[in-house]
């Protein structure tokens, strides 16, 4: 469809516009328009230049919700114009966020009595609720430091290294030293005891992953607790953890209710968790819990009365839409403990069947683990032919978006493709998703063989002098072997989706 505007001052600049972004290195100068367009013309424009995005349910490389049920999107729109922060506007909204962080409160075993009652906050994703516990453990720690007259300048915080961007950001933007813990090869999160051994009196707590970002696995909470206990008491420290449940925290309660890694040790004091992974609501959505009101200092908290009664406010930013909140607080109502046991069971059977998939090539190494979230962590057995960024490259032509990445340090020698499993990634895409890495594969084989087989070949040629004194150059019998070999394999190449 082509879009024409009467006014040649918009509809010729935006055109324009529209095609300089494929053809220049940098962006272009955009300008506000001096003039409105027709809202068709508006939409069109803008829904065009989206069809360019790659296909959500196909993009294996996030953790985000990609589907949610057509009665949950109802209520998302419905709820688009409200903000999140004028509670006393919205009380029904605020309080759907209380039941929200009471209901995970209660999934990750704070205590509820007459001492300790769990507090928590929605915030817009896992980051803002790293950055906001953090904030809690460095005033704390500050805090103690000046009781104690001892210098408060210096605050770090202990990790591994396979730990999410949003753990850097912290300690960049918020003056803290991160000390993390090198990975190995074939141990690919941290290591407790040298995490333990690189906690000093500066520490101001210790982040343990529940899922990492590179292989999914659970890090040994209950392990590091109990070396923290025992450091605790020889030196007189006080030094807590905190678990980045981002995507794990969702999985375990339904999954591994054995496994203690949460308020059932005494030392985790504040807990994240995204509720857009597989809390199962699209992106936006992120939970902070503490273990009791004491872990928060009141400092950090704000009262505003502007919009309406008092209200307590502690979040980085400061509107933002009420959508997610109502989705999340549907999910939980909708499915239930039973409900969410189920999907998160259904993504673990399609995980494994796509690592039996992957295994049987032949041509892989799963370095992903059983217990942990659902995904498929694989390098290639053999990378002297091709690269798993090249197996990355050549998935997108039939529409998949799988990550290649090295491991952090110490083990940058290690690339990995990995597939993360969400709800709406079934057994019959998982099926597919194995035969184009096997067809993937074939082909690359054949193109690795042709190149080998082009260099090794000395062309002979035939030279025969002509009347004109020209030169006719007859082509080998392996020349035309060759030629046709790369035919086929362009002609292979052309039939896989764009």
């Not at 939980?332 to 998939?357: D, H, Q, V």
């Amino acid at each position: 469809m082509v879009i024409t505007t009467t006014s040649p001052d918009t509809g010729e600049h935006i055109c324009s516009t529209f095609a300089s972004r494929y053809v220049r290195t940098s962006l272009p100068k955009f300008k506000l328009p001096e003039k409105a367009i027709p809202k068709e013309a508006a939409y069109q424009i803008i829904n065009d230049e989206l069809l360019l995005d790659g296909a959500p349910r196909l993009n294996l490389a996030s953790f985000v919700t990609t589907w949610m049920e057509p009665e949950c999107d109802q209520l998302i729109m419905a709820s688009l114009n409200k903000n999140y922060v004028d509670m006393d506007e919205y009380p029904v909204t605020t309080e759907l966020q209380n039941r929200c962080v009471n209901m995970i409160a209660h999934l990750f075993n704070a205590p509820f009595g007459e001492t300790e009652t769990a507090v928590g906050v929605g915030t817009v994703g896992s980051s803002e609720a790293i950055m906001l516990a953090g904030l809690a453990f460095k005033r704390k720690w500050q805090a103690r430091r000046k009781l104690e007259g001892k210098p408060y300048d210096k605050p770090n915080i202990v990790t591994g290294a396979n730990v999410q961007v949003c753990w850097e950001k912290f300690a960049r933007y918020f003056e803290v030293e991160l000390k993390e813990v090198k990975l190995s090869e074939g141990y690919y999160v941290m290591d407790p005891v040298k995490a333990a051994e690189m906690v000093d009196e500066n520490t101001i707590c210790v982040a343990a992953i529940l899922g990492s970002t590179l292989t999914g696995e659970f890090e040994n909470v209950k392990l590091l607790n109990e070396l923290l206990v025992k450091k605790n008491k020889e030196t007189g420290w006080d030094t807590p953890i905190h678990v980045d449940a981002a995507s794990g925290g969702f999985i375990a309660p339904f999954l591994h209710p054995e496994l203690e890694w949460d308020f059932r040790l005494p030392l985790v004091k504040s807990i994240n968790v995204s509720g857009h992974k597989y809390g199962l609501v699209y992106a936006g959505v992120g939970w902070v819990i503490w273990r009791s009101k004491e872990d928060l200092p009141d400092e950090l908290v704000f009262h505003i009365n502007y919009l309406g009664s008092d209200q307590p406010t502690f979040t980085l930013n400061f509107s933002k839409g009420s959508s997610q909140i109502i989705a999340q607080y549907y999910q939980f109502i909708r499915l239930g403990f039973e409900g969410y046991k189920n999907i998160m069971e259904n993504c673990i059977e399609n995980a494994r069947m796509l690592k039996e998939g992957i295994e049987k090539t032949g041509r892989f190494d799963i370095v992903s683990k059983d217990v942990g979230v659902p995904l498929v962590a694989f390098s290639l057995k053999d990378s002297s032919k091709y690269t798993v960024f090249q197996i990355s490259e050549n998935l997108r032509r039939f529409g998949w978006i799988v990550p290649a990445y090295t491991m952090p340090p110490n083990a940058e020698h290690i690339a990995v493709l990995r597939v993360v499993i969400r709800e709406d990634f079934s057994r019959t895409l998982a099926e597919r998703l194995v035969t184009d890495i096997d067809r993937v594969l074939k082909e690359m084989d054949e193109f690795s063989s042709s190149h080998v087989s082009t260099k090794a070949t000395r062309v002979t040629a035939t030279v025969d002098e002509t009347q004109d004194g020209g030169k006719h150059v007859q082509k080998s019998v392996r020349e035309e072997e060759v030629i046709n070999t790369w035919r086929r394999f362009v002609a292979i190449r052309k039939t896989g989706a764009c």
